[in-house]
């Protein structure tokens, strides 16, 4: 757009909700990518089939950093010298400190996969699966000091089907977030900093990182209890249940009605749980 002046964004994101943010961002005529700020992974990305935000980067002629922390004397002095009118977060895994809030004129924002105040923290789709919400969505809010309780800008919801797993559930919510950037754009397109809505913290709750242990399937725990861990925990960190003395991975699940008596019932690829004739068929991970 020429005689017009660019928004100038540096993007800290990881592979996964990053990429189409930065798609988005480059789409955007109004919008300069000045720099990405990302993380280099050793292995394929673990959620959905999804190439690493680097590659993306260096294919599109993005200028990238990755491994650096952006709070210290070399990030700032990068940050300074990419000059970002707005900084946007999306999934970042680093705490932001003041020195890095107060550079862009303005502000940092953050794209969190929850409908704020609930579920603040790291894992909220996590959460949100394993407590059968029927709802989730996306929260565009200002980074402060705070936890995930900046004024919120934008906010869109998304159903949450009865097949969604987190790895389904972070692809669709990753696919809103870059639907929103237009929306985005226009709110600082004047380059004019919004006020956002303040949060009712009354309504908070916190989605902490699930571990090994959540994934752990107990038959006494009923059913249900397991099809909501299936759904809330793969592809991570995993679930798996207890057979006699091993402990198998199951990544998938069905659900039947079965007359045998209570109990497992294991095959090459399936382990049935079945109690009071209401059964689940967990699959072997192959």
Do not use: W
């Not at 964004?9 to 789409?27: C, I, Y």
């Not at 924002?109 to 959460?127: D, E, I, M, T």
């Not at 906010?155 to 389904?168: K, W």
């Not at 989605?207 to 107990?218: C, S």
């Amino acid at each position: 757009m020429a005689g017009i002046d660019k928004l100038r964004v540096v993007l800290f994101a990881l592979t996964g909700f990053g990429n189409p943010v930065l798609e988005a961002l480059l789409q955007e005529p109004r919008v300069k990518v000045a720099a990405v700020f990302t993380v280099k992974y050793d292995q394929p990305f673990p959620h959905y089939e999804e190439r690493q935000l680097l590659e993306l980067c260096h294919e599109r002629g993005v200028t990238c950093y990755y491994g650096v922390r952006v709070s210290s004397d070399e990030g700032i002095a990068l940050l300074r010298q990419h000059s970002p009118d707005l900084i946007i977060v999306s999934t970042f895994k680093q705490i932001l400190q003041e020195n890095v809030l107060s550079l862009p004129r303005l502000g940092v924002v953050n794209f969190h996969p929850s409908l704020l105040p609930r579920y603040r923290g790291p894992c909220p789709s996590n959460a949100a699966l394993y407590n059968d919400e029927p709802v989730t969505g996306m929260t565009i809010h200002y980074v402060t000091d705070k936890l995930d309780e900046g004024n919120i800008l934008l906010q869109r919801s998304l159903p949450i089907t009865a097949t969604d797993n987190d790895g389904r559930l972070r692809q669709k919510l990753a696919k809103l977030s870059g639907e929103l950037i237009p929306e985005l754009v226009d709110m600082f397109a004047n380059f004019t900093k919004p006020a956002g809505e303040p949060q009712d913290h009354r309504l908070a709750s916190f989605a902490p990182k699930p571990t090994e242990v959540d994934g752990y399937l107990e038959p006494t725990a009923g059913i249900d209890t397991i099809r909501r861990q299936m759904r809330a925990f793969n592809p991570l960190p995993g679930a798996s249940i207890l057979v006699g003395e091993r402990r198998v991975a199951v990544d998938r699940f069905d659900l039947f009605r079965d007359n045998r008596p209570n109990g497992l019932y294991e095959t090459n690829d399936a382990i049935d749980v079945i109690h009071a004739s209401q059964a689940i068929r967990l699959y072997k991970v192959r």
